[in-house]
Nanobody, 123 residues
Framework: QVQLVESGGGLVQAGGSLRLSCAAS????????MGWFRQAPGKERELVGV????????ACADSVKGRFTISIDNAKNTVYLQMNSLKSEDTAVYYC????????????????WGKGTQVTVSS
């Protein structure tokens, strides 16, 4: 049974930082692209960033480039999202996801999802 468990969300002031973690179990990490998506109230789920299992290749949304960094620790089966210079518009539920399709960025084509962690940025 595949499980993706996010942690690290919370309340932070604008300009601050948070690091999200996603611990994966029940899947062979090397066979998957791991990603972060987010969904704000009243909006569709959108890409934050994805990373290949090797950690070599990544893709991220323009809105977070230069501020967010996605990384992976294969030994721990964990993927991270370092978020710096947070803005109020980053407020959302952040979801970890896994896809067999290489560097997939389409949320409709992710195979597994975590339950999400709330990130709230106060201005």
């Amino acid at each position: 049974q595949v499980q993706l468990v996010e942690s690290g969300g919370g309340l932070v002031q604008a300009g601050g930082s948070l690091r999200l973690s996603c611990a994966a179990s029940g899947l062979i990490f090397s066979g998957y692209t791991m990603g972060w998506f987010r969904q704000a109230p009243g909006k569709e789920r959108e890409l934050v960033g994805v990373i290949s299992w090797s950690g070599i290749n990544t893709a991220c949304a323009d809105s977070v480039k230069g501020r967010f960094t996605i990384s992976i620790d294969n030994a721990k089966n964990t993927v991270y999202l370092q978020m710096n210079s947070l803005k109020s518009e980053d407020t959302a539920v952040y979801y970890c996801a896994a896809a067999r399709r290489y560097l997939n960025t389409d949320p409709d084509r992710m195979d597994y999802w975590g339950k999400g962690t709330q990130v709230t940025v106060s201005s």
